[in-house]
């Protein structure tokens, strides 16, 4: 069975795993992807997010068709889109000084 990674809006950036990806793998972007291959570059968790496209560094990620966070740093089309490199920016606190915590986005 082939794995699969979902996109539901065509702004998106990322898509969604389905099954753990491993790096070497060709994953079908499915659903607005309308089955795309696309190389994975790193083990990437079931549910996490793959970048369907490079991300510039302080670029925001659009997922759903809206802004969840901003890149940390630049991420290339096939990696793991998670804290390390996404400062998030919905459903989680906004500090009152948003200079000391990336801009006022919290991780994702």
Not at 42 to 68: F, M, T
Not at 81 to 106: L, Q, S, T
Request: net charge neutral.
């Amino acid at each position: 069975m082939k794995k699969t990674a979902i996109q539901i809006k065509e702004i998106d950036h990322v898509a969604t795993a389905t099954a753990e990806l491993l790096p070497s793998e060709t994953v079908l972007v499915t659903g607005i992807g309308n089955g795309t291959p696309l190389q994975v570059e790193e083990r990437i968790p079931r549910g996490h997010k793959i970048a369907l496209r490079d991300i510039a560094a302080n670029e925001q990620i659009c997922k759903y068709g809206e802004v969840i966070g901003v890149a940390l740093a630049a991420i290339k089309t096939g990696h793991w889109v998670h804290v390390h490199n996404c400062r998030g920016a919905k459903g989680r606190r906004f500090d009152a000084n948003p200079n000391e915590n990336g801009g006022g986005y919290d991780e994702v």
